[in-house]
């Protein structure tokens, strides 16, 4: 896995011009059971992943952060939210809530979540490959790709069965 996951940049940037035209195509004319098959690709690549053997996601980028996130979080350590956002928290350019550092500070050696049944929404949903209107966050996907073996695979599948 490790080996894969330092050629994955290089990878998801040789695929980036073919990728960007594939979603571009998609976009215009979804197909009617677009949501149907990225459950299928979805459902089906994670069955072969494990993400305990990567957390790439949980090392280089870490999630943000919304309010009920933030709640739920700090009653799970029996804390103010305040304490918790300046332990932990920045702002980001974006005016979002994010990690102060990567890799996140709740990723144990074992690339386990110590936060697991409370975490971010934006970790459970992380690649966001089985929500609904996929073809609507190709700029992310474009970008995750380049972190998540996982979204890397299903979107060459996607390629393959929606030429
Ligand atoms: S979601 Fe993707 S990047 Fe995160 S651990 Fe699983 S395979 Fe790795
Ligand atoms: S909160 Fe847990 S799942 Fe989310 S980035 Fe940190 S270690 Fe990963």
């Known amino acids: 896995m490790n080996e ?3 050629e994955l940049p290089k990878l998801a940037k040789s695929k980036h ?9 998609l976009k215009k004319r979804p197909p009617k059971n677009l ?3 990225m459950q299928e690709l979805h459902e089906s690549e994670f069955k072969r992943t494990d993400c305990l053997k990567c957390a790439n996601c949980c090392k280089t980028t870490g999630p943000l952060f919304t309010k009920a996130d933030i ?3 700090s009653k799970f350590f029996k804390t103010k939210p305040q304490k918790f956002i300046e332990q932990y928290l920045r702002i980001d350019d974006d005016n979002d809530y994010v990690l102060k550092e990567v890799p996140c500070t709740f990723l144990g050696e074992d690339n386990y979540c110590s936060i697991y049944d409370v975490r971010p929404k934006a970790c459970r949903e992380f690649p966001h490959t089985d929500r609904k209107k996929f073809q609507q966050i190709s700029n992310l996907t474009l970008k995750n790709v380049a972190i998540c073996p996982a979204a890397f695979n ?4 996607m390629k393959r069965r929606l030429p």
């Open 71 to 73: 709640e739920r979080i």
């Open 4 to 6: 894969l996951l330092k």
């Open 17 to 25: 011009a073919e990728s960007s035209k594939f979603f571009n195509k």
């Open 154 to 157: 299903i979107v060459e599948e």
């Open 35 to 37: 949501d149907y098959i």
